[in-house]
């Protein structure tokens, strides 16, 4: 089961699994749907079953600042929900999705009861956390189509030769998700044909896929002289 492999419940013993899901809901979210709003109580810790999920929070100017997007076996939610703070962040279905809900309280209580499950709190807390800095590190240290680039490389399941991709969710996402601007996302695209890369519709096509990896570690300085 997707959730018992889930960062979350990995480590966690198997009778605490069990408990934890059978006191937990599974929901539907169509695309669009919000699953929670910023600023409410955070009361349920969510594990994506399918599809994919945003997370976002609306700056002061209005704009929409995408955080993070979740998909399959991801969970979010866990440390604000174990503070009973409020979500810092909206989140909405990206695509139609399914989540798994699991209420605060039934997790805490688990805690108190084995409090080495507490350690799956602190790998999902490390994972986010990690993540966070891996997408500063992208922001400072590669250019729009490094980006893209190796979010495109990602969705590879090979390290070699060609490969096509369907792009997960659609492109005004992707652009939020990578600290683009939809029209920079456009522009990225066009950079990346000379690096074997063609887009059709919903689906990326990679001539070379260790080529396009080259150009990601590309030196930043060297990409960006190229570029102006």
């Not at 409020?86 to 279905?93: I, L, M, T």
């Not at 799956?120 to 800095?133: D, K, P, Q, R, Y």
């Not at 939020?176 to 522009?187: A, C, D, Q, V």
Request: proline letters at 3%; a neutral charge; charged letters at 25%.
């Amino acid at each position: 089961m997707i959730a018992r492999k889930s960062l979350l419940l990995a480590s966690a013993p198997e009778d605490v699994c069990d408990t934890i899901l059978k006191e937990s809901r599974t929901r539907e979210f169509e695309r669009g749907a919000t699953v929670f709003l910023q600023g409410e109580r955070a009361a349920a810790i969510y594990i994506v079953v399918e599809g994919w999920v945003k997370l976002f929070r609306i700056a002061p100017s209005g704009a929409e600042v995408v955080v993070g997007v979740f998909t399959k076996g991801r969970s979010f939610g866990e440390a604000v929900a174990f503070r009973n703070d409020v979500y810092p962040v909206s989140a909405e279905a990206a695509t139609d999705c399914t989540l798994i809900r699991i209420e605060a309280d039934v997790f805490l209580r688990m805690i108190t009861a084995q409090p080495e499950i507490a350690v799956s709190i602190l790998s999902a807390t490390f994972a986010h956390l990690h993540n966070l800095v891996f997408q500063v590190e992208q922001l400072k240290a590669q250019t729009g189509a490094q980006r893209v680039a190796e979010f495109l490389l990602d969705l590879c399941d090979r390290t070699e030769g060609s490969c096509s991709v369907i792009l997960p969710y659609d492109k005004a996402l992707i652009a939020g998700r990578l600290g683009l601007k939809p029209e920079s996302l456009s522009r990225a695209f066009v950079r990346l044909r000379e690096h074997g890369v063609s887009i059709q519709g919903n689906q990326a096509q990679i001539k070379d896929v260790a080529s396009l990896s080259e150009y990601v570690r590309e030196d930043t300085a060297l990409s960006w002289s190229r570029n102006a």
